[in-house]
Nanobody, 129 residues
Framework: QLQLVESGGGLVQPGGSLRLSCAAS????????IGWFRQAPGKEREGVSC????????NYADSVKGRFTISRDNAKNTVYLQMNSLKPEDTAVYYC??????????????????????WGQGTQVTISS
């Protein structure tokens, strides 16, 4: 059974950077497209980015385009989210999730919560001076 574990969160100042990791166990990660999501206090969980099974196709929410980069290393069973130029509004718990088969074997993934089939436990990211 696929299990996902996020790491790399923390407290950084505005303008700083963080790299989140999503490590998989129990199943080969390259069977799934993977998405990153976030949930700020009092807000709904929202999609941030997703990456295809091969890593050749990515998709981003408008709010993070040009600042965040998703990548994956299937040999290491790990997906990454490089976050640069961080803003206070990026503060949230960040989750990775395996996406549904239709997303994983489709032409382009969409980072929508309705497509997630397996979630990690989340990692806190706080942007504050």
């Amino acid at each position: 059974q696929l299990q996902l574990v996020e790491s790399g969160g923390g407290l950084v100042q505005p303008g700083g950077s963080l790299r989140l990791s999503c490590a998989a166990s129990g199943y080969t990660l390259d069977y799934y497209a993977i998405g990153w999501f976030r949930q700020a206090p009092g807000k709904e969980r929202e999609g941030v980015s997703c990456i295809s099974r091969s890593g050749g196709s990515t998709n981003y929410a408008d709010s993070v385009k040009g600042r965040f980069t998703i990548s994956r290393d299937n040999a290491k069973n790990t997906v990454y989210l490089q976050m640069n130029s961080l803003k206070p509004e990026d503060t949230a718990v960040y989750y990775c999730a395996a996406l549904s088969l239709s997303q994983s074997f489709g032409t382009m993934c969409v980072p929508a919560t309705r497509h997630a089939v397996r979630w990690g436990q989340g990692t806190q990211v706080t942007i504050s001076s």
